[in-house]
């Protein structure tokens, strides 16, 4: 079958969409494409919001001649169209991942789909022997990350989480300073953000036609279309975003492992509690804190939405981050994302002689190239990513079930909670399933 040219497909986009496993363009890999030379070969799956910015920063790197931007896919058409303009005309343009992924000059993907496709997909891609850049939160179940963690390490790819504050200059200025004891014993971190939204007050409808909405929907249980399911909005459903806490969370916690050096410790317990939303179909809690306790060494990680936002200081914003806490002093780390700040007195400390040197990232896609080419285990790896995103899923299992949590990190199972432990894993629709 030969591929649409991307002018045909720009015109019967809105046709195909309601046939969910065809593709408008691409059909099959050509091998052989442009990208020897040394040069990295990527593909985009998902390209709506971050994966519009990942996009463009790709497509400039392509244009400086240091990668290659061989293909895009997507659910929805009206991203297709958008993307394939950034694209150009060199990049294919596929709906279905899996034909993207059967491409075999592709060396890498970078995916930025909704969160209830990064284990599924994640792990597709590394079965396919593509290395992957995933946005955060890794998972959405524990099983999710297991599963990634295994496919990464069977198949030898770099792997790459979006949580990119690991590779801003400030949080590694805060680890370096945390780390070289500055502030003390570190007992307690905590976080601080604002509550979740309520709403999703839509009645179900039929899909747009340029959404193909099975395949959105992808391992999840079949519902019919709602407005208030997508395109961001899938944040605010427990099944497929999980709130703040997954979204934000992801970033503010993956700096708090970060900078406690803690990616290896996982919790030992779990206790959560907050304010179920009274109307609409969002359901995560509006307000919530959670409280996690590590031992050995000992201290607590408390997640507060909203939590007690400290002055702003000279940070850009005090709308999330955290504070830790130590038996000398205190130091805040705003923010955790792109949008890093930390106080002025770690962005002025110099490692003294013979004191503990913090790796610095170059920038989290440099990083990820450099553990493509070299091996070496990227600044938030997909061990790291999942410790993280299992921190933010049993902060909601302990919310939904009302009652603290004890978990068994060698057995990999809450303890004693036969109902917790049925929920580290769910079904998930055929094909779209681990």
Same mark, same amino acid.
């Given at each position: 079958?030969?591929?649409?040219?991307?002018?045909?497909?720009?015109?019967?986009?809105?046709?195909?969409?309601?046939? !969910?496993?065809?593709?408008?363009?691409?059909?099959?890999?050509?091998?052989?494409?442009?990208?020897?030379?040394?040069?990295?070969?990527?593909?985009?799956?998902?390209?709506?919001?971050?994966?519009?910015?990942? #996009?463009?920063?790709?497509?400039?790197?392509?244009?400086?001649?240091?990668?290659?931007?061989?293909?895009?896919?997507?659910?929805?058409?009206?991203?297709?169209?958008?993307?394939?303009?950034?694209?150009?005309?060199?990049?294919?343009?596929?709906?279905?991942?899996? *034909?993207?992924?059967?491409?075999?000059?592709?060396?890498?993907?970078?995916?930025?789909? !909704?969160?209830?496709?990064?284990?599924?997909?994640?792990?597709?891609?590394?079965?396919?022997?593509?290395?992957?850049?995933?946005? =955060?939160?890794? /998972?959405?179940?524990?099983?999710?990350?297991?599963?990634?963690?295994?496919?990464?390490?069977?198949?030898?790819?770099?792997?790459?989480?979006?949580?990119?504050?690991?590779?801003?200059?400030?949080?590694?200025?805060?680890?370096?300073?945390?780390?070289?004891?500055?502030?003390?014993?570190?007992?307690?971190?905590?976080?601080?953000?604002?509550?979740?939204?309520?709403?999703?007050?839509?009645?179900?409808?039929?899909?747009?036609?340029?959404?193909?909405?099975?395949?959105? #929907?992808?391992?999840?249980? %079949?519902?019919? *279309?709602?407005?208030?399911? /997508?395109?961001?909005?899938?944040? %605010?459903?427990?099944?497929?975003?999980?709130?703040?806490?997954?979204?934000?969370?992801?970033?503010?916690?993956?700096?708090?492992?970060?900078?406690?050096?803690?990616?290896?410790?996982?919790?030992?317990?779990?206790?959560?509690?907050?304010?179920?939303?009274?109307?609409?179909? %969002?359901?995560?809690?509006?307000?919530?804190?959670?409280?996690?306790?590590?031992?050995?060494?000992?201290?607590?990680?408390? %997640?507060?939405?909203?939590?007690? !936002?400290?002055? =702003?200081?000279?940070?850009?914003?005090?709308?999330?981050?955290?504070?830790?806490?130590?038996?000398?002093?205190?130091?805040?780390?705003?923010?955790?994302?792109?949008?890093?700040?930390?106080?002025?007195?770690?962005?002025?400390?110099?490692?003294?002689?013979?004191?503990?040197?913090?790796?610095?990232?170059?920038?989290?896609?440099?990083?990820?190239?450099?553990?493509?080419?070299?091996?070496?285990?990227?600044?938030?790896?997909?061990?790291?990513?999942?410790?993280?995103?299992?921190?933010?899923?049993?902060?909601?299992?302990?919310?939904?079930?009302?009652?603290?949590?004890?978990?068994?990190?060698?057995?990999?199972?809450?303890?004693?909670?036969?109902?917790?432990?049925?929920?580290?894993?769910?079904?998930?629709?055929?094909? *779209?399933?681990?």
């Amino acid at each position: 079958m030969d591929k649409l040219k991307r002018r045909e497909f720009l015109a019967t986009a809105a046709a195909a969409a309601s046939l !969910p496993c065809l593709i408008p363009s691409g059909v099959l890999a050509v091998e052989g494409r442009e990208g020897a030379n040394g040069k990295l070969t990527i593909g985009h799956m998902g390209i709506g919001g971050m994966g519009s910015y990942h #996009l463009h920063d790709i497509k400039g790197r392509a244009d400086r001649g240091e990668v290659n931007l061989a293909a895009i896919c997507d659910a929805d058409d009206r991203h297709l169209e958008n993307a394939s303009k950034i694209a150009g005309p060199k990049a294919d343009v596929y709906r279905d991942y899996r *034909y993207l992924l059967e491409r075999k000059d592709i060396d890498a993907v970078i995916m930025a789909t !909704p969160d209830h496709w990064h284990g599924v997909g994640m792990v597709h891609a590394a079965e396919s022997g593509k290395h992957v850049y995933v946005e =955060k939160p890794a /998972c959405c179940t524990i099983e999710e990350g297991r599963a990634m963690i295994a496919a990464a390490r069977k198949n030898k790819v770099s792997v790459q989480v979006g949580s990119q504050g690991r590779s801003t200059g400030d949080a590694c200025a805060a680890a370096s300073y945390l780390r070289n004891g500055m502030i003390g014993k570190v007992s307690k971190v905590t976080c601080w953000h604002y509550g979740n939204p309520v709403g999703g007050t839509d009645p179900d409808s039929p899909p747009p036609p340029e959404l193909d909405w099975d395949l959105w #929907l992808g391992p999840m249980r %079949w519902r019919p *279309y709602n407005r208030c399911y /997508c395109p961001g909005n899938f944040r %605010w459903f427990l099944e497929s975003g999980g709130g703040q806490i997954r979204d934000r969370g992801a970033h503010v916690m993956s700096c708090a492992l970060y900078l406690m050096n803690a990616d290896h410790q996982p919790p030992a317990t779990i206790e959560a509690k907050g304010t179920a939303p009274t109307r609409g179909l %969002w359901d995560c809690p509006v307000d919530m804190e959670v409280v996690y306790t590590f031992k050995d060494p000992d201290w607590t990680l408390v %997640w507060s939405q909203p939590g007690n !936002p400290p002055p =702003k200081g000279d940070a850009g914003h005090n709308q999330y981050g955290a504070v830790y806490h130590g038996d000398k002093e205190t130091l805040t780390l705003y923010g955790g994302d792109g949008g890093t700040w930390t106080e002025k007195k770690a962005r002025q400390f110099k490692v003294p002689a013979g004191g503990v040197e913090v790796y610095r990232s170059p920038g989290h896609k440099e990083d990820w190239f450099q553990g493509i080419k070299t091996g070496k285990k990227t600044i938030m790896n997909i061990e790291a990513g999942v410790a993280v995103a299992d921190l933010t899923i049993m902060g909601n299992l302990s919310c939904i079930l009302g009652r603290k949590l004890s978990w068994d990190a060698a057995r990999g199972r809450f303890l004693g909670d036969e109902q917790a432990n049925r929920m580290i894993s769910r079904p998930q629709r055929h094909p *779209y399933h681990l």
